[in-house]
Structure formats: C-alpha cells, structure tokens
C-alpha cells in the first residue's frame, strides 16, 4: 500500500548548524508535499509546501527539495534555533484527500 | 488557526460507552477529515468528507462514524469504545482550491 518513510526518527543539532529530514514516498500519483511542525501538546501547522512540478522551494530558513525520479523529499533548516526544536512530519499527497503522513522526526536545538 | 475547533479537548471514557467528537469550522471549506495520532505511528486518517453528506472511510476506519449534515461541522462518534481508541484525535479542513490542511487543536481521547 501507499507509504511514507521518514528518517532520522530523532535528530539533536547544535544551535546554528543545519538540520536535514528526509522523506521517501511510495506513489508515484503523489503531487504535494507538506511539511508540518508540531510542538508538545499543539496541533500540526504546516511549515511548507511544495508541489511536484517544482524540484526546490525555499522561505527564509527553511527550504524543501523534491526528486521526483527517486521519490524523496527533504526538509532543510538553516541557522537553527532553540525554538525549531519539535517533531516535523512529512506527507505526500494525491487527489482530493490522501494525505500518508510519515511517522516524524523529533528535532533538538542545543544551546 | 482560530478557525477550526475541536471539543471535547479531553475525555476519559469507560470501555463500551458510547462517545463523540466535536469538530466545526468558520471557512466554509467543503473537505473535512479526522486523524488520530499515535507514538510511532503519525497520523492517520480514520475518516473524510468531501461536502455535506459525503462521507468515506479513510486508512483506520473501524470501530468509528461519522457524519456531515452541515458544512462547518463533522463528528465523530466512537460506538463502543475500546482501549485501543485512546489517542489524541485532529480534525482537519481542506478549502476547494489548493492542497493545504489546516488542523484544529485535537481532542485527547483515553478509554479505561
């Protein structure tokens, strides 16, 4: 059936250094791409999004790649801070209500 | 985000009682969904609506139902509730142009 893989499950990283989570899906039907964040004991917000006919999207520090022949996205967080620390899901997307969400990565920003 | 809202936003229910879900929403978006959330399992969609009246069973549907008589609300409704239902459940809207879900703020949701 359709899936979603997403690594690392757990991600530590110094404040300011760079984070990266990547997401491989299974349908090749799959169209968008959200990225959500959640914080302890919020709901998921969307962070970003992208869509497949475009390979790279970006706003401020954070950025989404899509490759499409391999079926892998990656969410990538520039210049850290204590406050991106969260879990971050990712879902691949097709019709009109199949979101397969991945099963997150927990983000940790050490000061 | 004030948009969409979700009550109870906690409930204890015993095992075989009955219990529902509150979601409504001010967008007038025709798709609705709910998802629970389990450790190491992400979210799941247990159920969605397309509009009024249009329901269908999403990836986890057992054991739950739902319904739609009016656009900005969809709940939904444990029939008999089991310990395997406890989880934190999110319902979410979809507007008719553009991709984009938006999530209310879950109900937790523990059977005893």
């Known amino acids: 059936g359709e899936n979603v893989e997403q690594h690392p499950s757990t991600l530590s990283v110094q404040e300011g250094d760079s984070a990266v989570i990547k997401c491989t899906y299974s349908?090749?039907?799959?169209?968008?791409f959200p990225w959500y964040k959640q914080e302890l004991g919020k709901r998921p917000q969307l962070i970003i999004d992208?869509?497949?006919?475009?390979g790279e999207k970006k706003d401020q520090r954070i950025a989404v790649t899509l490759n499409k022949t391999a079926k892998h996205f990656s969410l990538h967080i520039t210049e850290t801070q204590p406050e991106d620390s969260a879990v971050y899901f990712c879902?691949?997307?097709?019709?009109?209500?199949?979101?397969?969400f991945g099963t997150g990565t927990r983000l940790k920003v050490l000061a | 985000d004030a948009g969409i809202t979700q009550s109870p936003r906690y409930k204890i229910t015993e095992t075989g009682r009955q219990v529902t879900l509150m979601c409504h929403q001010t967008?007038?978006?025709?798709?609705m969904f709910w998802y629970r959330q389990d450790l190491g399992h992400g979210l799941r969609l247990i159920y969605y609506?397309?509009?009024?009246?249009?329901?269908d069973k999403g990836e986890v549907p057992d054991g739950y139902v739902v319904s739609r008589s009016k656009t900005e609300n969809f709940p939904l409704t444990l029939e008999s509730a089991t310990r395997s239902q406890t989880s934190v459940y999110f319902c979410?809207?979809?507007?008719?142009?553009?991709?984009?879900?938006?999530f209310g703020p879950g109900t937790r949701l523990t059977v005893t």
């Open positions: 979410a809207s979809r507007g008719d142009t553009g991709y984009e879900q938006y």
């Open positions: 349908d090749s039907a799959s169209n968008y």
């Open positions: 992208i869509r497949s006919n475009v």
């Open positions: 879902a691949a997307s097709w019709g009109t209500y199949k979101y397969i």
């Open positions: 967008w007038s978006h025709s798709y």
């Open positions: 609506s397309a509009a009024a009246d249009i329901t």
